[in-house]
Each structure stands twice: as structure tokens, then as C-alpha cells.
């Protein structure tokens, strides 16, 4: 899989990319990540890339130009599945389109700035929109890192136990139950007797039993 992040701000994704499961994944060629500095299609003198919006109001805007610039240079170079906007006034992101997006070759990720992006842009090179949750944060390179993550985690050979991304929360629209590891017994807290007991059937058994139990409490939604 290859992704390119259309930003403003490209330094962000240093930490966050040289890190973890991300830097292991491109070490491995299992993935490519690609950041792509705006300011750099800007034909303007001093690299502007954003105007006042017509019919006034507060905020400035992302420019039509550079945008459009540098998703047709990449996608003259090679074909996307799918071209991200990262913004808070869309679907917002789950388990079931992460798993999509991670079956895909290419994929271009533009995030957002200021008041937000031409709408031209939305109508007629974004194939999907997507946000991370209903609050607005300065830009969209954190909810980038928040989508990459997601995805490169699924792609084949990424995670040591590929089966542990199969039993994550929101697979099966339950949360995943509770979990515990050595020692059986910590400050008086022990762990169930059930997870002891070397009976996987009545293990399994209980983990769904508690997976729905806790989906229940806290997120009664998935289960509609």
C-alpha cells in the first residue's frame, strides 16, 4: 500500500511515522508514506495558499489552486482508490471503513487548515470524507495520523499476531472484553477463575458473554 498526505504542515508526522507500528511497517516495505507539502503548488510569490471567503465571514480558506495542483500531480503518476478529505463535518470514522481503506493499493489523505478547504475541491476531487469525531481541532494532520494508524496496523504482516487485529473492539460492532495477564493475584485483586481454568469453549464463552455485557453499558449503539 502507498499513501500520500496533502498538508501544510508536513513536520507533524514526524514523531508520530517515526514511531511504532508505523516506522516498522514502512521498514518492512509493507506500506509507503508519503507527505506533500501544499505550499509547494502555490504559484504565489510568498507560497500563499489561502484567501478570504466570498460572502464574507469569519475565517480564511484553503485556496482551489494548490490543492488541485498537487492532486493532479499525483494522480498523474498513478491511480487512487480512494482520495481522503479529513474533516469534522462527515461520516465519522469506524472499524468497518478502516477495514475497507486497509484492502487498498493507493491512497491520497488531504487535510484541512484555517476555516477549511474550496468547496470545489469536496465537489469534485474527494471520494470520501471522513472524521474522527464531533469536535473541531486546528487542522487534519492529527486526524490523519489517527487514519493511518488505523489502517496500516490491518495490512497483512504489520502486526506480529495478525489474529489480535481480528479480535479488536468493533469487529463484531461489540467491545472486546476484559483482559488480564500475570500475576493472577495483585493487591488481593485476583483474575477470574474461568480465565484459569484451561477450558477455552466456557473461556470463549465468557469473553462473549462479558463483550456484550460491557457493549450494553457503554455503547447500546452497536448493537442496533
Excluded at 207 to 215: D, I, S
Aim: with cysteine.
Amino acid at each position: 500500500m502507498r499513501i500520500d498526505i496533502l498538508t501544510l504542515f508536513p513536520a507533524i508526522f514526524n514523531g508520530p511515522f517515526s514511531e511504532s507500528i508505523i516506522r516498522r511497517a514502512v521498514s518492512a516495505k509493507h506500506v509507503e508514506v508519503y507527505t506533500h507539502d501544499i505550499r509547494d503548488y502555490s504559484t504565489d510569490k510568498h507560497k500563499r495558499v489561502d484567501d478570504y471567503q466570498f460572502g464574507g465571514g469569519a475565517g480564511m480558506v484553503m485556496m482551489i489552486e494548490p490543492i488541485a495542483a498537487a492532486i493532479d500531480d499525483l494522480k498523474s503518476q498513478r491511480n487512487y482508490d480512494h482520495i481522503i478529505y479529513m474533516t469534522p463535518d462527515a461520516p465519522t470514522l469506524n472499524q468497518q471503513r478502516v477495514n475497507t481503506l486497509s484492502l487498498s493499493e493507493n491512497i491520497m489523505i488531504l487535510c484541512g487548515h484555517y476555516k477549511g478547504i474550496d468547496q470545489r475541491i469536496r465537489d469534485h476531487y474527494i471520494t470520501d470524507e471522513i472524521s474522527i469525531g464531533d469536535y473541531v481541532l486546528t487542522g487534519g494532520e492529527l486526524a490523519a495520523c489517527v487514519l493511518v494508524d488505523a489502517v496500516v496496523r490491518l495490512i497483512p504482516g504489520v502486526l506480529n499476531d495478525e489474529e489480535s487485529a481480528l479480535t479488536d473492539s468493533f469487529q463484531d460492532n461489540l467491545l472486546s472484553p476484559p483482559i488480564y495477564t500475570r500475576p493472577k493475584d495483585f493487591n488481593g485483586w485476583g483474575v477470574p477463575e474461568i480465565l484459569l481454568s484451561g477450558h477455552q469453549a466456557k473461556i470463549e464463552e465468557w469473553r462473549m458473554q462479558k463483550a456484550v455485557e460491557l457493549t450494553k453499558r457503554l455503547r447500546p449503539d452497536l448493537l442496533k
